[in-house]
């Protein structure tokens, strides 16, 4: 979605999955684009616990790697199966690196693609 004026605003959305929800909810349902998924969505040793809000943080560190590199941070084979795929993923900010991006935007995105989602940058942070 583009705002209008003299210096427009890009925001990126997809309502497909989206739920309104209380601060501190915890989600069950295992859905979503698998390069956007994060790790705890799949690999969540205690599924009735759920996950929380900061697999949307992973999906825009996902995204803003993207954008920047015209790549996605790991390299996968679709045909592994997907819990395997997840437990294998190493985030390489290198190719960031090699487009000359920014060390203060480097520091964003790796905060956003913590694989510990205790570690991971929140939205209000």
Known sequence: MMTKGANPLCKVT???LAKMVQEGTKFQTACGTPTYLA???ILNPNQSEGYSDKVDA????IILFSCLTNSTPFDESESTPL???MRERV??????EDE????DCLDFVGKLLQTDPTRRMSAGE
Do not use: A
């Not at 992973?58 to 560190?61: C, D, H, K, T």
């Not at 000359?100 to 060390?103: L, N, P, R, T």
């Open 39 to 41: 790790p705890e969505v």
């Open 91 to 96: 985030v390489d900010l290198g190719l960031m």
């Open 100 to 103: 000359g991006v920014s060390d």
């Open 58 to 61: 992973w999906s825009v560190g």
């Open 14 to 16: 997809d309502f497909g």
């Open 83 to 85: 819990p395997q795929r």
